[in-house]
């Protein structure tokens, strides 16, 4: 189920602009254990880590293997998806002591930097009017 955080402004819609739905599938997800966070962006602020500033934020149990978040009434315009595999269902991705994830993770456009957590520029894809923009991220760990 999607939620929307209420401080997160929302963009403008036009009375009878029509919304869309996103949907990520997630595969490479290693086990069964926690679960899977799935956040969905529109602009830079807070991208990928902080799922309260995110448009859309959701959550399930860990299916293992693979996984699908889904998120509806999108607007049209520009995001961002960021997903984690929360093994210990803390509320966040853990980092060891220099900052690197514990846990799996994954960005649209499947961006992964080596060095650095991925930018909202380098994972921002297009959501068009007429339908689902469908997205597929592979986990990393």
């Known amino acids: 189920q999607d939620s929307n955080p209420t401080s997160q ?9 029509r919304t869309e739905s996103v949907r990520v599938q997630i ?16 602009a830079a602020e807070g991208y990928p880590e902080e799922s309260t500033k995110a448009y ?7 299916p293992g293997n693979s ?7 999108i607007p049209p315009g520009t995001y961002a998806v960021a997903v984690f595999h ?4 803390n ?3 853990d980092k060891n002591f220099l900052g690197i994830p514990r846990g799996g993770y ?15 520029k380098d994972a921002a894809f297009s959501v068009k009017a007429g339908g689902t923009t469908t997205l597929n991220i592979d986990m990393g760990y």
Request: aromatic share 6%; hydrophobic share 40%; net charge positive.
């Open 9 to 17: 402004a929302q963009p403008q819609v036009q009375a009878n602009a």
């Open 27 to 42: 595969s490479g997800i290693r086990n069964t254990n926690g679960d899977i966070a799935c956040a969905i962006f529109n």
């Open 56 to 62: 859309k934020f959701t959550r399930m149990a860990s």
């Open 67 to 73: 996984a699908i978040c889904q998120f509806h009434d």
């Open 86 to 89: 929360d093994e210990n269902a």
């Open 91 to 93: 509320g966040k991705l």
């Open 106 to 120: 994954g960005a649209s456009n499947n961006v992964r930097p080596k060095m650095s957590a991925p930018a909202f």
